[in-house]
């Protein structure tokens, strides 16, 4: 079944750590897109990438990277810049036509230790 | 820039009644497309209906259907019959149709949680 696979489910950072969410897509999707949502609030976008090597950066990309080297795969580093990283992480892709949904993974939830 | 607004933080429903749910956005772009998802508890993000903002006709897909008036920018999500399996939050959500620099990125509402009794 074609879907999107975030990894990992749960994810735990240090002081001064960076670290990197994963994000794999086999739906064949040009589009990718990584948002984050706070507790009992909606999700913001911290950076999409239309086609392979190339990204923007969304609303809230300060402390955060990303690239996109193959269509499949759009890894999410949070950097030791990011302050406040806890937060529950989602992956999303598109066909990259207008009237297409997104779909989702089912996420990543990074909390400090 | 776009905005989108849910006016109801959280609601209740009695198990197969209907429920509305508020959505209402800003844009100055002409041509638009507003998104409806249910998250689960679980935290996966469900997509269950879509309307373009030149469509004739308000969307429909099963038990949802969409109240769009475009005048008064709102597109509001009707759950008919409602079943315990409902219980989630829901997020409307608006994508330009026209600016390819746009990226297709969606832009969200801060949603509404609704629970069912039985």
């Known amino acids: 079944d074609g879907g999107i696979t975030q990894s990992p489910k749960y994810l735990f950072r240090k002081e001064g750590q960076n670290v990197t969410l994963s994000c794999e897509q086999n739906l064949n999707h040009d589009a990718m897109y990584w948002y984050r949502q706070d507790p009992g609030q909606g999700l913001r976008l911290i950076y999409y990438?239309?086609?392979?090597?190339?990204?923007q950066k969304g609303d809230i990309a300060e402390g955060y990277s990303v690239s996109r080297e193959k269509k499949e795969s759009f890894p999410l580093t949070v950097t030791s810049a990011q302050k406040n990283p806890t937060a529950f992480y989602l992956c999303?892709?598109?066909?990259?036509?207008?009237?297409?949904?997104?779909?989702f993974g089912d996420g990543t939830r990074l909390s400090i230790l | 820039a776009q905005k989108i607004t849910q006016t109801q933080p959280g609601m209740f429903v009695q198990e197969k009644e209907a429920v509305t749910l508020d959505c209402t956005y800003d844009t100055s772009d002409p041509s638009y497309g507003l998104f409806w998802y249910k998250q689960p508890s679980s935290g996966e993000m469900i997509f269950l209906i879509y309307q373009g903002s030149y469509d004739q006709q308000n969307a429909t897909e099963g038990r949802y259907s969409l109240n769009f008036q475009k005048a008064r920018k709102s597109a509001n999500l009707v759950i008919s019959a409602s079943q315990l399996g409902d219980s989630a939050m829901y997020f409307c959500?608006?994508?330009?149709?026209?600016?390819?620099?746009?990226?297709?990125?969606?832009?969200f509402g801060g949603g509404t949680r609704v629970l069912v009794k039985p």
């Open positions: 959500a608006m994508r330009d149709l026209e600016r390819k620099a746009a990226g297709n990125k969606l832009t």
């Open positions: 999303a892709s598109s066909a990259g036509y207008s009237n297409q949904p997104q779909h």
């Open positions: 990438s239309q086609i392979v090597n190339d990204f």
